[in-house]
């Protein structure tokens, strides 16, 4: 398994964006390393272990680019949580606060299915707020969430506390 330290020095750190106070973790440079990104990818699967896993969700914007590429190594589909008024069929929507402002995501009515196993990947967990709106809607439509995996976990924010249970993983904890 690849470590995850070169992942880790590629992560740059850019403070006060894009608001004051905000210390923002731009993973461009992961993404646009392709050693980086697909060690990235490997391990964001292998938080998955050997369980059964019928979709993979990922949250706009950021999390779709780190959740379709696990969702295509696994073998398996990808569906996105969206910001309101994105979708364009039957919607369920939550609205939730973050780190910096509010915001409410959507889901297809039909993106997951009752019984379905369900992976939530993003880019990073924070206050935790957009993953457990993320999870709730998941869970409303009688999927079962069988894990959340991130990028990166900014552990002071306690993003986890948030969270229902269900095994959670991050690649970098800062
Ligand atoms: P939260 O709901 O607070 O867990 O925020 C999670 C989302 O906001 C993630 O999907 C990130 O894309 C974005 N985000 C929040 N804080 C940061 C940060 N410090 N650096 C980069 N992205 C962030």
């Given at each position: 398994?690849?470590?995850?330290?070169?992942?880790?020095?590629a992560?740059?750190?850019?403070?006060?964006?894009?608001?004051?106070g905000?210390?923002?973790?731009?993973?461009?440079?992961?993404?646009a390393?392709?050693?980086?990104?697909?060690?990235?990818?490997?391990?964001?699967?292998n938080?998955?272990?050997?369980?059964?896993?019928?979709?993979?969700?990922?949250?706009?914007?950021?999390?779709f680019?780190?959740?379709?590429?696990?969702?295509?190594?696994?073998?398996?589909?990808?569906?996105p949580?969206?910001?309101?008024?994105?979708?364009?069929?039957?919607?369920?929507?939550?609205a939730?606060?973050?780190?910096?402002?509010?915001?409410?995501?959507?889901?297809?009515?039909?993106?997951?299915?009752?019984?379905?196993?369900?992976?939530l990947?993003?880019?990073?967990?924070?206050?935790?707020?957009t993953a457990?709106a993320?999870?709730?809607?998941?869970?409303?439509?009688?999927a079962?969430?069988?894990?959340a995996?991130?990028?990166?976990?900014l552990e002071?924010?306690?993003?986890?506390?948030k969270?229902p249970?269900?095994?959670?993983?991050?690649?970098?904890?800062?």
């Amino acid at each position: 398994m690849p470590s995850s330290d070169h992942l880790r020095a590629a992560v740059r750190d850019i403070p006060d964006f894009p608001k004051e106070g905000i210390l923002f973790k731009d993973i461009t440079p992961v993404l646009a390393d392709g050693k980086l990104f697909h060690d990235c990818i490997t391990l964001l699967c292998n938080t998955a272990g050997d369980q059964v896993i019928d979709k993979v969700v990922g949250i706009d914007a950021r999390g779709f680019i780190f959740a379709a590429a696990v969702a295509d190594r696994l073998g398996v589909g990808f569906v996105p949580v969206r910001k309101a008024g994105k979708l364009p069929w039957k919607t369920r929507g939550l609205a939730y606060s973050l780190e910096y402002g509010e915001n409410v995501i959507e889901l297809h009515e039909d993106a997951v299915l009752p019984g379905e196993k369900v992976l939530l990947v993003d880019d990073l967990l924070a206050t935790g707020g957009t993953a457990a709106a993320a999870a709730e809607l998941i869970t409303s439509l009688g999927a079962t969430l069988v894990g959340a995996s991130f990028f990166i976990e900014l552990e002071d924010l306690a993003g986890r506390a948030k969270m229902p249970p269900c095994p959670i993983h991050s690649i970098l904890k800062y």
